[in-house]
C-alpha cells in the first residue's frame, strides 16, 4: 500500500499557475510484514518512508535475534526510511510468563473483568493490552528498544487507542478501559479539571453518593477510600453501557469517561490532551545526534486524558525531496521518561 502527501509550501497544488511535480510530494509506503522478513516490492515501489517495513506480533520479536535488520541499510541505499513497528494492543497468554500477569496486562470492563476479543477469531483467547498500566507501556517500550537499537528509523505503535471498544461481547459499546488503573487516572483529571470543587459539588454536578464520592485528602489510586467509577456506573445501572447518555460522567456528560473516544463516537478515535497532567506517550525514535522531540495531539470534547493517536509513530527522518539519508544515525539509544507517564510521542505525518 502506498500513498502520496504534498509537500509544497506555497501554492496549493492545481492552482492557477502551479503544477504540481513529482519532487512536490512525499512517498509513504505499508508492508505488513513479520520481523524477520523482507518485502521485495518495497525496492520497486522506491517510497520516500515504509511507516510499517516489519510488526512485531505476540513473542515474534520479544529478542533481537528475531529481527532482518540486514535489511534496513539495504533500504538506505535505495534512499528509503525504515520504520519498524508492532501491535500495542492485541495480547495472547503466552506473550507473558504468567497468567497473573497476563490478567494486570488486560484492559477490563465496567464490572472490572478482563475483556475477551473472540471477533479475532485467533485459535488462542486475544485481548487487548491495558495502556494505563505502566508495566503494559513499559512492556511496549522493550520491544521498541530492540528494534531502535537496530537500526530502524522510526516506530510506529499500532492499535494503541484499540483498548476501549468493549469488543464483539459488547457489541463494541465502549464497554472497556475500566481497570484500576485507569479509573485512578480518572480520579486525577477530575481533581484537576474541578480544582476548587467541593463534597457539594460533586453531589450536585454528578450524582455522587456520601459513601462514593470524590475526596482531596485521600491519594486518586485508593480506590476503597476514594471514588470508585465502576461502583458509580454500577449503582447507576450503567455497567454494561458505561458510555450511556443518562451517565453524567459519559462523553456526552461534562466529565470523561476512558472510553471517550470509542468506534462508537468516531470511526478513528484520537485519545487527546486534557492538559492536566495525567496523560501519556512515548519519545522513541531517534533523530541524527538527538532524540527526538515530543509533539502533543490537539484538544477534542469528551476526550480524556489519555493522549494518544490512531497510528502514533516516532520518525527520525521524513523527507520532502528523493535523496538518501545517513545509514547510520549519530547515537544508538533513544530517551524515554521514567515516571508512571512516559513523555509525548509524535504521531506519524503519514496520518
Known amino acids: ?26 512517498v509513504y509506503g505499508f508492508s505488513q510484514s513479520d520481523v524477520h522478513d523482507e518485502d521485495p516490492q518495497v525496492y520497486e515501489l522506491d517510497p520516500d518512508t515504509t511507516i510499517r517495513a516489519i ?34 494492543s492485541v495480547i495472547f497468554p503466552k506473550d507473558f510468563a504468567t497468567t497473573e500477569i497476563f490478567d494486570d496486562m488486560s484492559t477490563r470492563d465496567a464490572d472490572g473483568n478482563p475483556v475477551p476479543h473472540d471477533e479475532f477469531g485467533f485459535p488462542e483467547p486475544a485481548r487487548r493490552g491495558n495502556i494505563f498500566n505502566p508495566a503494559y507501556r513499559e512492556y511496549l517500550l522493550s520491544w521498541a528498544r530492540i528494534q531502535v537499537d537496530g537500526g530502524v528509523d522510526g516506530v510506529n505503535f499500532d492499535e494503541i487507542n484499540a483498548g476501549f471498544s468493549g469488543g464483539l461481547k459488547y457489541g463494541f459499546n465502549g464497554n472497556e478501559g475500566f481497570d484500576d488503573y485507569a479509573i485512578a487516572d480518572f480520579n486525577r483529571y477530575l481533581l484537576a479539571k474541578y480544582p476548587a470543587f467541593t463534597t457539594a459539588d460533586w453531589k450536585s454536578r454528578f450524582g455522587m453518593t456520601d459513601d462514593n464520592v470524590l475526596r482531596r485528602d485521600v491519594p486518586a489510586g485508593d480506590l476503597a477510600a476514594n471514588f470508585n467509577y465502576r461502583e458509580y456506573l454500577r449503582a447507576g445501572g450503567w455497567n454494561l453501557d458505561p458510555l450511556n447518555a443518562a451517565n453524567p460522567l459519559a462523553p456526552s456528560g461534562d466529565g470523561w469517561s476512558p472510553t471517550a473516544c470509542t468506534p462508537r463516537t468516531r470511526r478513528s478515535p484520537r485519545r487527546t490532551s486534557g492538559g492536566t497532567g495525567s496523560g501519556w506517550s512515548t519519545t522513541c525514535g531517534r533523530t541524527r545526534g538527538t532524540p527526538s522531540s515530543a509533539a502533543s495531539s490537539s484538544r477534542r470534547t469528551g476526550c480524556g486524558p489519555m493522549w494518544t493517536s490512531t497510528a502514533s509513530a516516532c520518525t527520525r527522518g521524513t523527507r520532502t525531496s528523493r535523496r538518501p539519508i545517513s545509514a547510520a544515525p549519530t547515537t544508538s539509544r533513544w530517551s524515554t521518561a521514567t515516571s508512571t507517564v512516559p513523555s509525548r510521542c509524535s504521531r506519524s505525518t503519514a496520518t
Open 55 to 88: 510488526g512485531k506480533w505476540s513473542t515474534a520479536g520479544d529478542e533481537a535475534a528475531d529481527y532482518n535488520f540486514a535489511q534496513i541499510g539495504r533500504y538506505h541505499a535505495k534512499g528509503i526510511n525504515f520504520m519498524g513497528s508492532g501491535t500495542a
Open 1 to 26: 500500500m502506498a500513498f502520496a502527501v504534498s509537500g509544497q509550501s506555497g501554492p496549493a497544488a492545481g492552482a492557477a499557475g502551479s503544477t504540481p511535480k513529482a519532487g512536490d510530494f512525499v
